[in-house]
């Protein structure tokens, strides 16, 4: 008589399968989860600039304060969000631990003339890998600076 059932070795090959795939599988997802938080920081993002480019259209000059935009924003939980008042007039999101992506407001010299761009340590290659996700693009657009990588978007 024939028992019914799984023999153990059968088992161990499907677990060892779903491992294999499992292993494949994860990294990617990860990737896209990052991604999808980014997309939704990058048009909060552009958001954020296109009301400080009318703020300036106005008054002449770029807001000092984020209450000064004609938009309310709050930050995403998944981010550290930064808006500079000093001269540098920028919004920063910092995903803690893995990237940062700035927006910067007036339009500064070369090579950072009015560029939107993702930041990670150039050491970090995991980093740089979701920054080039992130923006699709390839190249550090400032590649002698040795301590930072940065990828326009």
């Known amino acids: 008589m024939k028992e019914k059932g799984f023999s153990l070795i059968e088992l161990l090959v499907v677990i060892l399968i779903i491992s294999i795939l499992l292993a494949i599988l994860l990294p990617k997802y990860e990737n ?20 400080a480019e009318r703020y300036y259209l106005i008054h ?24 500079r008042e000093d001269k540098l007039k ?21 090579p950072y003339t009015n560029k939107d761009y993702c930041v ?8 740089n890998d979701i920054c080039k996700i992130i923006t699709g693009e390839d190249d550090d657009f400032l590649p002698e600076d040795t301590s930072w990588s940065r990828y326009e978007f």
């Open 90 to 110: 920028k919004v920063t999101f910092r995903r803690t631990g893995k990237y940062t992506l700035i927006y910067s407001f007036i339009r500064r010299e070369e």
């Open 32 to 51: 896209i989860i990052e991604k999808v938080y980014a997309v939704k920081v990058m048009s909060l993002g552009k958001a954020i600039k296109l009301s």
């Open 60 to 83: 002449g000059e770029y807001p000092d304060s984020k209450d000064q935009l004609d938009i309310e924003w709050k930050c995403p939980k998944e981010f550290v969000c930064v808006f």
């Open 120 to 127: 990670a340590p150039k050491n970090n290659e995991a980093r």
